[in-house]
């Protein structure tokens, strides 16, 4: 792909940038981007010599290719956009904020702390109708709203958060080839998830690898397990008053979705290995039983990332697959989805902090980001072709699909609770020291 090729009105009717085409990934016109857009977008905004600083978690790769996207927004309006990252944004933004030097736009990665900032009167509302845009145009769409609406100084709730880049944890891996060898079908219910448990069970397969272990972090995935579980036996409603302890850790409803986890995870039966020593075995480590001869488990429920943990021959889509972690076809409520992501939101506003923010509501400027690998979107609009691969395609599939999307309970809870009481007694529940309503009572007891 040529990189020096020169941008031309004739091209592109960019405002007065003199952009020159090895500025940007791809020439204008190419790919299976969404032109229409970004030239919709240029012609109606020219922010000539306006500067525009942009602060973010990224750094190296992911930092690279948010400012190739960055650069289309400066060709398209003349803007002097920059971005910077930084692996202490959490700290730097509060103290940028107090000082009064804040940049214009920051990337938050995740909602707690972008609550907190709004809460004292250091964010500014986005465009009023940039709601109800979201409701429209993304999958699960009151959930987008929901995780960027906080309350403002005077305790009134408003829109501060755009979201703009999700990872999904409700997958499960699994080897295609030793489904066909058992003729197993991929399930499309969690009551289909059951049965073909019960099914390797009988076959005498090992149906899942559960590894906690993460060092200091020991129990997170314990957690996201509890998460996944509470979205597929209650309402959002109540996954977040859970969250906000509106109710209680210790309620019986939480009790019974960790009874629910450890009827899956502690049940020696279901897993491999010993299934009170879960906490003892690496999380990293743990998906490697798939990709033994014969293997030592025929399933492993875990967020997009931990294919890195993968061994390196293991051709995605090929040799390991993933399907969608299913909901409850008996409960009705719909197909919720689990993850994380990072949201935008304007920490110093100018026209041309909103003109981005309007960027970012083109197909364009999410099919960039797609076509560079480790970029998922609820957009609706925007081309699923543009992925960089199969993988992504899939998980962006089941992202379009959901019906409610919930951040990270842990991450969302206090520190001491999330990052702390619910890890360490997910571990004493899994390695049955404890049971789920003693579990449960002493992370209610924790709550500051």
């Known amino acids: 792909m040529t990189r020096s090729f020169m941008v031309g009105a004739a091209a ?33 905004t020219d922010m000539s010599g306006e500067d525009l600083t942009i602060f973010g978690p990224w750094l190296a790769g992911e930092a690279a290719a948010f400012e190739n ?52 009167g250091f964010l500014e509302p986005l465009p009023a109708d940039l ?3 979201t409701r429209e145009n993304m999958a699960a769409g009151q959930s987008w709203v929901d995780l960027g609406t906080y309350a403002n100084a005077d305790g009134q709730d408003e829109f501060y958060g755009f979201f703009f880049n999700v990872n999904v944890k409700s997958l499960v891996w699994y080897i295609p080839e030793n489904f066909e060898d058992f003729g197993y079908d991929v399930p499309t219910t969690m009551e289909e998830f059951t049965a073909l448990m019960d099914q390797m069970v009988e076959d005498g397969e090992t149906p899942l690898c559960v590894g906690l272990g993460s060092g200091g972090a020991t129990g997170w995935p314990a957690t996201d397990w509890v998460e996944d579980l509470m979205l597929r036996t209650q309402p959002p409603e109540v996954y977040d008053a859970w969250v ?17 986890y450890g ?48 061994p390196e021959d293991a051709e995605l889509g090929v040799d390991v697959d993933f399907f969608y972690f299913p909901a409850y ?9 689990l993850g994380a992501g990072t949201l935008f939101a304007i920490t110093n506003p100018t ?23 480790g970029f998922l979107t609820p957009l609706l609009s925007a081309n699923p072709e543009a992925y960089a691969n199969d993988t992504q395609r899939g998980l962006g599939e089941i992202l ?22 619910f890890w360490t007694g997910m571990v004493d529940f899994s390695s049955g020291t404890k049971d789920a309503a003693t579990v449960a009572s002493e992370i209610q007891a924790s709550w500051p």
Do not use: K
Request: charged content about 15%; some cysteine.
């Open 12 to 44: 592109l009717a960019f405002t007065a940038s003199g952009a020159l085409a090895q500025d940007l990934m791809v020439p204008v016109g190419e790919g299976p981007f969404n032109w229409d857009s970004y030239q919709a977008f240029a012609d109606a």
């Open 69 to 120: 996207l960055v650069a289309y927004f400066n060709a398209a309006t003349g803007a002097g956009a920059t971005y910077v990252g930084s692996d202490s944004l959490e700290q730097q933004i509060v103290i940028d904020a107090e000082a009064g030097s804040a940049p214009n736009l920051t990337v938050f990665p995740q909602p707690g702390l972008a609550r907190n900032l709004a809460a004292r």
């Open 131 to 133: 709601a109800d845009w």
């Open 244 to 260: 906000a302890n509106d109710m209680p850790f210790d309620d019986p409803r939480v009790v019974e979705v960790i009874e629910l």
């Open 263 to 310: 009827s899956f995870t502690g049940n020696d039966d279901y897993v491999a290995g010993d299934a009170n020593a879960t906490a003892t075995i690496d999380f990293r480590e743990s998906p490697l039983g798939l990709f033994e001869s014969p293997p030592s488990c025929m399933m492993h429920r875990q967020a997009s990332f931990i294919p890195a943990y993968f």
């Open 329 to 337: 076809a008996g409960r009705d409520l719909g197909t919720p989805v």
């Open 351 to 373: 026209p041309a902090a909103e003109a981005f923010i309007a960027f970012l509501q083109t197909p364009f400027a999410h099919e960039v980001m797609m076509a560079q690998d």
């Open 400 to 421: 379009t699909s959901a019906t409610t999307f919930r951040f990270d309970a842990s991450d969302l809870m206090p520190g001491a609770v999330g990052a702390g009481s």
